[in-house]
């Protein structure tokens, strides 16, 4: 049973990140099951949730930045030891959060990897789309 807290209330939700997780825990059929990518930007779009997207090169090229002790660190890789990685994420803008599970259940990447949805957060400031 999946179990979820609501937005905040803040949110007559505008915009949610959705994170796009690789994960290599998904079956052959899990991948032939989803989706195109096309498909799904073309059903975000003509819905007028989809606002913005970028996909990240591969983990391998990643690196990690700390400072301890006025010391700049500088690893290779992702900043977690796991078999999932951070692929890429969507902006997207949903009315609540049923819409904002039901566009990430139809992203292909639910299929093969998984996807996070989060509401943005303004850091005080005014919301995005906000003046």
Same mark, same amino acid.
């Given at each position: 049973?999946?179990?979820?807290?609501?937005?905040?209330?803040?949110?007559?939700?505008?915009?949610?990140?959705?994170?796009?997780?690789?994960?290599?825990?998904?079956?052959? &059929?899990?991948? +032939? /099951? %989803?989706?195109? @990518? #096309?498909?799904?930007?073309?059903?975000? $779009?003509?819905?007028? !949730?989809?606002?913005?997207?970028?996909?990240?090169?591969?983990?391998?090229?990643?690196?990690?930045?700390?400072?301890?002790?006025?010391?700049?660190?500088?690893?290779?890789?992702?900043?977690?030891?796991?078999?999932?990685?951070?692929?890429?994420? &969507?902006?997207? +803008? /949903? %009315?609540?959060? @049923? #819409?904002?599970?039901?566009?990430?259940? $139809?992203?292909?990447? !639910?299929?093969?990897?998984?996807?996070?949805?989060?509401?943005?957060?303004?850091?005080?400031?005014?919301?995005?789309?906000?003046?």
């Amino acid at each position: 049973m999946v179990t979820t807290s609501p937005l905040p209330k803040e949110a007559d939700v505008k915009y949610v990140m959705m994170i796009i997780h690789g994960d290599t825990e998904h079956s052959a &059929a899990d991948a +032939e /099951a %989803a989706p195109t @990518a #096309e498909s799904w930007f073309d059903e975000a $779009r003509a819905r007028g !949730a989809y606002d913005l997207g970028v996909r990240l090169e591969e983990r391998e090229t990643a690196r990690t930045v700390r400072v301890r002790s006025g010391e700049t660190l500088v690893t290779d890789g992702p900043f977690a030891e796991t078999r999932e990685w951070v692929a890429g994420f &969507a902006l997207i +803008e /949903a %009315a609540d959060e @049923a #819409e904002a599970i039901d566009l990430a259940r $139809r992203n292909p990447a !639910a299929h093969w990897g998984r996807v996070e949805i989060r509401p943005v957060h303004s850091f005080g400031g005014p919301l995005l789309g906000e003046e």
